[in-house]
């Protein structure tokens, strides 16, 4: 089982930037083969893809939405995998989660975190 916390939502003014953190319980082994990414949620949509990043951090892809703005990283050594966002605007507003993937072709992801909120005003 692996656990992930997010950190470092907040409310923005449009046009600012926030850096979101994950951090995954248990060892360094496990977390290092696991595919990570970024989902967000708002309360008239359902949760959809944002960034992902491969488990050795060598291929990342993004959502339309956000290319070019957002940029998704990895620490393996502290578990931890980030989302640089720039340039925000008010449709980036939403709850952010972190999730976790053995396989994510063939089981999805298997971990969700409990989400952070990112507000961002005009």
């Known amino acids: 089982q692996v656990e992930l916390v997010e950190s470092g939502g907040g409310l923005v003014q449009a046009g600012g930037s926030l850096r979101l953190s994950c951090v995954a319980s248990?060892?360094?082994?496990?977390?290092?083969?696991?595919?990570m990414a970024w989902f967000r949620e708002t309360p008239s949509n359902e949760r959809t893809f944002i960034a992902g990043?491969?488990?050795?951090?060598?291929?990342?892809n993004y959502a339309p939405a956000v290319e070019g703005r957002f940029t998704i990283s990895r620490d393996n050594a502290k578990k931890t995998v980030y989302l640089q966002m720039n340039a925000l605007k008010p449709d980036d507003t939403a709850k952010y989660f972190c999730?976790?993937?053995?396989?994510?072709?063939?089981?999805?992801?298997?971990?969700w975190g409990q989400g952070t909120q990112v507000t961002v005003s005009s």
């Open positions: 990043i491969s488990y050795s951090g060598g291929n990342e």
């Open positions: 248990g060892s360094e082994r496990i977390f290092s083969n696991l595919g």
């Open positions: 999730a976790a993937a053995v396989s994510v072709a063939v089981r999805g992801y298997d971990y």
